[in-house]
């Protein structure tokens, strides 16, 4: 079974800070891996996602991530916060493979302070 | 614009009642699904369709129901069975369930409160 696990529930960094949100998996085949970012009383809107080839994933709003296989790891980071990044992200998992829904984690909350 | 459409935002519930939550979208895609959340829970899968008239549990399915009699229609049912139905709850879709490499496209969700 796949699983998701994101390290920290709420995260605090300082305006112009980097921005690091953890994200570990656990799946027995290779994974498709998703950000999604979640404003208060929102849905959810993809932020990125790894399905094949680069590792190192661009996506919206200056953020990226980075799959590293040996570490079963898909970070988010961000070099420099704004206040705006200030939401809910959640890592999602499935596997390539199909017939699977995707797995979400906890999520974790972050605040920007001015 | 393609999209997902929830309505209502807001619905209050009392003991005791069903209640019907809806999700349409006009994006053309195959697999449509519930979750709920709740803080600090993160999402969990309720049900989830990949095709017209066929459904499955998902992780949660006591005291919920669903049906896909339309492509664009995945109607969700709170029933008097669920414990505790206070909740966020958002409805997504994919283009294909093994389209997944373009991820989920989200409603903006449902806050059922009972009362």
């Known amino acids: 079974a796949q699983s998701v696990t994101q390290l920290g529930s709420h995260v605090s960094v300082s305006e112009g800070a980097l921005v690091l949100l953890r994200c570990n998996y656990s799946?027995?085949?290779?994974?498709?891996l998703f950000w999604y970012v979640q404003y208060p009383n929102q849905g959810l809107q993809l932020l990125l996602k790894?399905?094949?080839?680069?590792?190192l994933v661009k996506g919206i709003n200056g953020f990226e991530a980075e799959f590293k296989k040996s570490e079963t790891s898909f970070h988010l980071t961000k070099p420099s916060a704004h206040m705006s990044d200030a939401a809910e992200y959640f890592c999602?998992?499935?596997?390539?493979?199909?017939?699977?829904?995707?797995?979400f984690g906890k999520g974790t909350r972050l605040s920007v302070i001015a | 614009d393609g999209g997902i459409t929830q309505s209502p935002k807001y619905l209050f519930r009392k003991e005791g009642q069903n209640v019907t939550l809806s999700c349409e979208q006009n994006?053309?895609?195959?697999?449509m699904y519930w979750y709920r959340q709740d803080p600090g829970q993160g999402l969990r899968l309720i049900y989830y369709?990949?095709?017209?008239?066929?459904?499955q549990k998902g992780d949660i399915a006591e005291g919920y129901s669903v049906s896909r009699e339309k492509k664009e229609s995945f109607p969700l049912t709170v029933t008097s069975a669920q414990k505790n139905p206070t909740a966020f709850y958002l409805c997504?879709?994919?283009?294909?369930?093994?389209?997944?490499?373009?991820?989920?496209?989200f409603g903006s969700g449902t806050r059922l409160t009972v009362v």
């Open positions: 997504a879709s994919s283009i294909g369930f093994k389209g997944l490499n373009y991820g989920y496209t």
């Open positions: 799946s027995s085949v290779p994974p498709y």
């Open positions: 790894y399905t094949t080839g680069a590792t």
């Open positions: 999602a998992v499935s596997q390539n493979s199909g017939n699977t829904p995707l797995v």
């Open positions: 994006l053309n895609h195959d697999a």
């Open positions: 369709s990949q095709i017209v008239n066929d459904f």
